[in-house]
């Protein structure tokens, strides 16, 4: 099944340009052909075309169905990018797949990387949804300060941090079911020792993901791992 994304349909009855090209042009779709929509926002919609266009094809909707995450509480995975902008773009599309409620873009004190065009990282995580038949789209939020992010408050918060002199928990050892779970990772060069003293600080317990030293986004994809698995096996106990 192909999804279609379009965060407005019930609005304005059409499909997107860049998916009306893909409908329109290379599936080659015509009126009468049925198609499957999602908004965003954990509905799906069967539809019927009514005007198959390259630029703007138009839809009735048909049936409505809600869509809800096969995971329990949200997970935010707050990354520094790497200073490869591809390897920041497979971490996006990696976690969509996988399941992630919010991607945090973090600017840290050895941060290589200082700026990401979001619009291109929004792109690869709208493709990801529709690609692994989800029908809710994760927020992603642009390029913030560290400090900026990291204060106190609610939910079950970790920090991967690689310095063995800090005392540090096995991820998958504290890693909770049912509640909200953000998760930090730093740049290339780790996180900073202020940055360290301040995430502690606001609540973060530091983690390790095992003795392997992991590239940035392979550590953020390790952790968002973990947390889906250990929810899957506690499930069916």
Not at 3 to 25: G, K, M, N, V, W
Not at 83 to 101: S, Y
Not at 150 to 157: F, L, Y
Not at 158 to 184: E, H, W
Request: some cysteine.
């Amino acid at each position: 099944m192909i999804q279609f994304y379009a965060p407005d349909i019930l609005a304005t009855h059409e499909l997107p340009e860049s998916d009306s090209a893909h409908c329109a042009r290379v599936l080659r779709l015509r009126e009468g052909d049925n198609i499957s929509v999602v908004d965003g926002n954990g509905h799906r919609y069967t539809c019927v075309i009514t005007s198959a266009h390259h630029k703007h094809t138009s839809v009735e909707v048909l049936a409505t169905e809600t869509v809800p995450k096969i995971w329990h509480g949200s997970v935010t995975v707050a990354i520094a990018p790497p200073k490869n902008i591809d390897r920041l773009e497979w971490f996006a599309e990696k976690a969509v797949e996988i399941g992630i409620d919010r991607i945090v873009l973090l600017r840290c004190e050895h941060s290589e990387r200082k700026e990401v065009r979001a619009d291109r990282i929004e792109k690869i995580m709208v493709s990801a949804m529709k690609q692994s038949l989800k029908a809710v789209m994760p927020q992603l939020v642009q390029m913030m300060p560290f400090s900026q992010f990291v204060k106190p408050g609610d939910g079950s918060r970790f920090m991967g941090y690689c310095d063995s002199n800090t005392p540090r928990q096995p991820f998958a050892d504290v890693c909770p079911v049912d509640k909200d779970v953000t998760i930090l990772i730093g740049p290339e060069g780790d996180f900073s020792p202020a940055e360290v003293e301040k995430a502690i600080a606001a609540g973060y317990m530091p983690v390790t993901f095992g003795d392997n030293r992991l590239r940035t986004e392979t550590a953020a994809l390790f952790a968002l791992s973990t947390f889906h698995i250990i929810e899957q096996l506690k499930s069916l106990r």
